[in-house]
């Protein structure tokens, strides 16, 4: 299986901080990566889907974007309802692996 | 726009067999779609089980594949899992879903928690 290593585990901001979260793949996924956001006690949301592209209705605040063997979900200006745990999930091979969270929490 | 709705019984003995079914509304099942199950036991990240197309084409987890069955009912517009031999570490939140092609899942079902005592 491909193993998909996120970083950091957990991450604490600030309203209108801008926040980087980073996932690994340990070996190559092409740009066939997405990034979801779970708020508690709710489904994941798509946010980013091919590594770069932004789901339709999600804010533009955030982006994704692919460097080497690094993929990163940044979210340029933290508002209140960003906080949650953000995911990332390959899709290249199956079966299809998430990273393990990362947790985004207020400072 | 597809909404997903997961039924199933929330409990479910050990050994037994858990069974969901997924209802999809806003698209047809035979659609350019994948459906699939992820889970996520409480307190811990997501585990992506499988999937399956209208024709019958699936694909499975290696680490589940010997206990799963997704099948599709055209004629109900619904896909169903099957867990097998179920122990306390089949106890999670399921979470049936809808992929474009490889570009991720876009539509998620609300989850249903299933617990195995």
């Known amino acids: 299986d491909i193993q998909m290593t996120q970083s950091p585990s957990s991450v604490s901001a600030s309203v209108g901080d801008r926040v980087t979260i980073t996932c690994r793949a340990s070996?190559?996924?092409?740009?066939?990566l997405a990034w979801y956001q779970q708020k508690p006690g709710k489904a994941p949301k798509l946010l980013i889907y091919?590594?770069?592209s932004l789901q339709s209705g999600v804010s533009s605040r955030f982006s994704g974007s692919k460097s080497g063997a690094d993929f990163t979900l940044t979210i340029s200006s933290l508002q209140p309802e960003d906080f949650a745990t953000y995911y990332c999930?390959?899709?290249?091979?199956?079966?299809?692996?998430f990273g393990q969270g990362t947790k985004l929490d207020i400072k | 726009q597809v909404q997903l709705q997961e039924s199933g019984p929330g409990l479910v003995k050990p050994s037994e067999t858990l069974s969901l079914t997924c209802a999809v509304s806003?698209?047809?099942?035979?659609?350019?779609?994948?459906w699939g199950w992820v889970r996520q036991p409480p307190g811990k990240g997501l585990e992506w089980i499988g999937q399956?197309?209208?024709?019958?084409?699936?694909n499975y987890n290696p680490s589940l594949e010997s206990r799963v069955t997704i099948s599709v009912d055209r004629s109900k517009n619904h896909f169903s899992l099957k867990v097998s031999s179920v122990t306390a570490a089949d106890t999670a939140v399921y979470y049936c879903?809808?992929?474009?092609?490889?570009?991720?899942?876009?539509?998620w079902g609300q989850g249903t928690l299933v617990t195995v005592s």
């Open positions: 879903a809808s992929h474009i092609a490889q570009s991720g899942i876009f539509h």
């Open positions: 806003g698209d047809s099942i035979t659609s350019n779609i994948w």
């Open positions: 399956i197309y209208h024709s019958g084409t699936t």
């Open positions: 070996r190559s996924i092409s740009t066939w």
């Open positions: 091919d590594a770069s």
């Open positions: 999930q390959q899709t290249n091979t199956f079966p299809y692996t």
